[in-house]
């Protein structure tokens, strides 16, 4: 009866230390101490790389107990104190084709779902809105083409104006606002050197390669704060250039945009006419661009 008080005492304890709190803010995509395994997955995509994983893991397991078995079994069964003549025999047709075959259906069993996970990462069908994540020396900037094509940069807030909730080295000063349960397509560049927008709970590490635009998509599950990170060595302020993504309802989503649309109206690199006078150079060959669009 006491050991059992004791035990209970004991896992009570055990589990108040790996069980973190969550926090006010809700950030999701963000490891915990003392976590094992993946973070949690927040896209379809990262839900089916856990369950690939966790099949392999099974397959590797399996193999590496076979072997240490086996060799145990050799060494004890055919160990030279019990075998002073030795066994000449160097051949044995049946085992040879074993050992060819097995491990030829073990590999066939591994990648048809690993090349069907590989097409099912690679792009959305029916995309309803794309981000374009843009890398630079070092940080990364943001433009939401389909809304407005509004831009802006998201630096790294630095240790000493973190606010309570904000992770260190991961929040950024602007966070990427995204709709949950929407097809969103992520074009992916870089202006300067290569960089590689990684997100871990989206299953997302994707290369920014200058004058390259790669393509990746997500589909959020859950609102709440996903943290990322560059993940291609780009310079001396590498680990200096995290990703924020805020995912929230499209309803709130909608929100933001209009506000967003104002606050970051003047970082536009695409100035509409109006904004512009009229007698300016850049008015000028806009107006040829778009006739020439027109006269086609
Ligand atoms: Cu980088």
């Known amino acids: 009866m006491f050991i059992k008080k004791v035990l209970t005492v004991l896992c009570s304890l055990f589990c108040a230390l790996i069980v973190v709190p969550a926090s006010a803010e809700e950030a999701i995509g963000v490891s915990k101490p003392w976590q094992m395994g993946f973070r949690e997955a927040a896209s379809p995509v990262m839900e089916r790389i856990v369950d690939f994983h966790n099949f392999l893991m099974i397959i590797s397991v399996a193999i590496a107990l076979f072997v240490t078995i086996l060799l145990g079994y050799v060494m004890i069964r055919f160990r030279a104190s019990k075998n002073p003549n030795p066994s000449k025999r160097t051949h044995n047709t049946f085992i040879e084709v074993l050992w060819t075959v097995i491990p030829i259906i073990i590999l066939v069993v591994m990648v048809v779902p690993s090349f069907r996970l590989l097409y099912y990462m690679d792009k959305t069908d029916e995309p309803e809105m794309t981000l374009k994540a843009i890398g630079h020396q070092w940080y990364w900037s943001y433009e939401y083409p389909d809304h407005g094509d509004f831009v802006f940069d998201a630096i790294m807030i630095e240790e000493s104006d973190l606010k309570p909730g904000q992770e260190r080295l991961l929040h950024t000063d602007n966070e990427v606002v995204l709709p949950i349960n929407t097809n969103i397509k992520i074009l992916v560049t870089a202006d300067d050197v290569i960089h590689n927008w990684a997100l871990p709970s989206f299953g997302i590490k994707m290369d920014a390669v200058p004058g390259q635009l790669n393509e990746t998509w997500v589909n959020i599950t859950k609102p709440g704060i996903y943290y990322g990170m560059c993940s291609e060595l780009c310079g001396v302020r590498h680990s200096f250039m995290p990703i924020t993504i805020r995912a929230v309802t499209k309803e709130n ?28 150079e850049v008015v000028s060959l806009t107006s040829n661009i778009n006739n020439k669009v027109i006269t086609k």
């Open 253 to 280: 989503f909608s929100e933001w945009v209009e506000k967003a649309k104002i606050e970051f109206a003047k970082n536009s690199p695409y100035p509409s006419d109006k904004n512009l006078d009229p007698s300016s």
